[in-house]
């Protein structure tokens, strides 16, 4: 029950008060007959305020639940309006009511002089109420903001609008019929069936971009429930083409996509993507006509193949051991594939793959990516292949000994140390850093005895090193490297600054001048009260770091060096 203006409201009204009655009127409970004479009002300021109060009223939440359309419709003007800000307001009403039947006429806004944005708008409304106005409407900047500024959910009958944009055959508006197509599908106002069947004629579009952009949508989800026939995907330019090929994947076309990666005149793009897409559709039966593809031009298909294989690898398709060398010969090839991939697509088949990496003589020139490959193994979790203990076994016999030490830093096994300390001369750094990882009491003990350490300053509870030094004679720490006369290593002298700054944290003695074991200004040996440095070399799981190493001329342990 709506209740008469009162007198204020009334007297207001009379004397064309808009001011008082834009603080008084709110467009929620407004009466209909207060709101019949603001829209008819001879005064403009009183009939834009009135319009304004519709349209608030129009788009509150449920309105036409509500009975505000209807409201609307009955007091809606049939003018185009006597300025461009009150024809705007009457355009939009209109346009909110598009969708209710039955729509108000709409008035003859052509014959009217009015602005383009205020054109734009009653184009708009009207191309909402009847799309077949698109049959006679000139193409240009007019109508092509008007369908801009369009939705599905405001449209009469969405389906009839996309339908006449896509019939036109403009470029531009079949691009906003894609667009609307979308909209209304995800909003539920068009059926999947209509708009496969739009995106299909959308194909024979002559511009690039629809057509690509039909074929994007084609390979959604909800369009591959119905294949589409492989002729009907464009291959001719190569955006068209890159597109046709995710939609053939998704669609089930393997021939198309094998094709393409087979055909050695392809544009190389296209051949990756074709490659990698296969990764969804292949099998198992697959892998070695792709690794033998791969193999033809590896910097090229190495990549694509390595990702269609992790693609295989996550569906439960794993390589055979016959394709473990040929895998491995793509990785040695290209060093830029990541060795945790090849790692994980071949960790089905590793003792090939480490028969293969292992394979080589000790002074072949790939063996740090070889290395690297075989820390990526390791760090899979293998325990029934020696990794670390063979790279320990061709230490020795490296040419190049510094990518095999920080493999052993990495890898730690039990039975390098003798082989590290050995190469402690030649290579300082990287064998200290390996040292850091696995070294132990042999460590101490020939460090110390390489920089002159007294026997005496070994700590108390710990037995000697070895016999008495015999002068002339080479000596060796007990199941240690030889020394040469005097407890050095051989070859190396006096300490290098390398081996210098990095012994106090590797356990070896500090010494003052004169040969003295250094002394602090308390006669009792204190501990180092320093915290431990975090461990920043890796470890595979399952393995402990190495026990800490205690200082000569100290009676408790440290924490080993970071």
């Known amino acids: 029950m709506t209740t008469p203006p009162d007198e204020p409201l009334s007297d207001a009204l ?47 939440p449920d309105a036409g639940a509500q009975g505000h359309l209807a409201l609307v419709a009955r007091l809606l003007p049939d003018t185009v309006g006597s300025s461009p800000e009150e024809s705007l307001l009457l355009a939009g009403l209109h346009a909110r009511l598009g969708a209710r039947k039955p729509h ?47 939705a599905a959910t405001d449209a009469l009958r969405p389906d009839r609008l996309v339908a006449e944009l896509v019939d036109t055959g403009d470029p531009v508006l079949q691009a906003e019929a894609l667009r609307l197509a979308r909209e209304g599908l995800h909003a539920g106002l068009l059926a999947p069936a209509f708009v496969r069947d739009r995106l299909l004629r959308l194909l024979d579009a002559p511009d690039a971009d629809v057509v690509t952009g039909a074929l994007h949508e084609l390979a959604e989800p909800w369009a591959t429930v119905t294949p589409v026939a492989p002729s009907l995907l464009p291959r001719s330019v190569d955006e068209l083409a890159a597109a046709g090929l995710v939609a053939a994947a998704r669609h089930g076309h393997h021939a198309v996509l094998w094709n ?3 055909d050695p005149a ?56 016959r394709d473990a060398g040929t895998v491995l010969d793509l990785a040695l090839a290209d060093h830029t594939l990541p060795a945790e991939d ?25 063996w740090p990516r070889r290395l690297e490959l075989l820390v990526a193994l390791e760090r899979q979790g293998v325990t029934d292949i020696p990794i670390g203990e063979t790279v320990a076994r061709l230490l020795p016999a490296a040419r190049a000994p510094r990518p095999f030490l920080a493999a052993i830093r990495a890898l730690r096994p039990a039975n390098a140390e003798d082989a590290v300390l050995a190469l402690l001369p030649t290579a300082p750094s990287a064998a200290l850093d390996a040292l850091e990882a696995i070294g132990g009491e042999r460590t101490r003990s020939a460090l110390a005895r390489a920089f002159g350490a007294d026997a005496s300053v070994d700590p108390p509870g710990l037995a000697p090193d070895g016999p008495p030094e015999v002068s002339g004679s080479p000596s060796r720490a007990p199941d240690g ?56 070399s890796p470890r595979p799981p399952g393995r402990t770091r190495a026990g800490p190493r205690t200082r000569s001329g100290a009676g408790t342990p440290v924490a080993p060096h970071p």
């Open 481 to 536: 490297p030889v020394m040469a006369p005097g407890g050095r290593l051989p070859g190396l002298g006096s300490p290098s600054p390398v081996v210098a700054g990095r012994l106090p944290g590797l356990g070896g003695p500090s010494r003052a001048p004169g040969g003295r074991p250094a002394a602090s200004g308390n006669p009792s040996p204190a501990p180092d009260d320093r915290p431990p440095a975090p461990d920043r």
């Open 342 to 366: 090849v790692a994980t697509v071949l960790y089905t088949c590793r003792r090939p793959l480490f028969d293969a990496l292992t394979s080589a003589p000790p002074t072949s020139s790939d």
């Open 104 to 150: 108000p006429r709409l008035p003859d806004w052509r014959a009217a002089e009015l602005p383009a944005r205020v054109r734009i708008a009653w184009l708009r409304t009207e191309l909402l109420g009847d799309p077949a106005v698109l049959r006679t409407e000139p193409a240009g900047e007019l109508l092509y903001r008007a369908v801009r500024e369009s």
């Open 260 to 262: 393409t990666a087979e």
């Open 14 to 60: 009379d004397r064309a008060d808009a001011a008082l009655l834009a603080r008084r009127l709110d467009a929620r409970t407004c009466p209909p007959e207060l709101l019949g004479r603001l829209v008819r009002h001879p005064v403009p300021r009183l009939r834009h305020l009135g319009l304004t109060l519709l349209t608030e009223r129009a788009d509150t």
């Open 266 to 321: 392809g544009a190389p793009v296209l051949r990756r993507q074709a490659v990698e897409l296969l990764g969804e559709r292949a099998e198992r039966t697959d892998v070695g006509r792709l690794v033998a593809l791969a193999a033809t031009d590896p910097l090229l298909l190495a990549g694509p193949v390595l990702a269609c294989l992790r693609g295989l690898h996550r569906r439960g398709h794993f390589p055979a051991d």
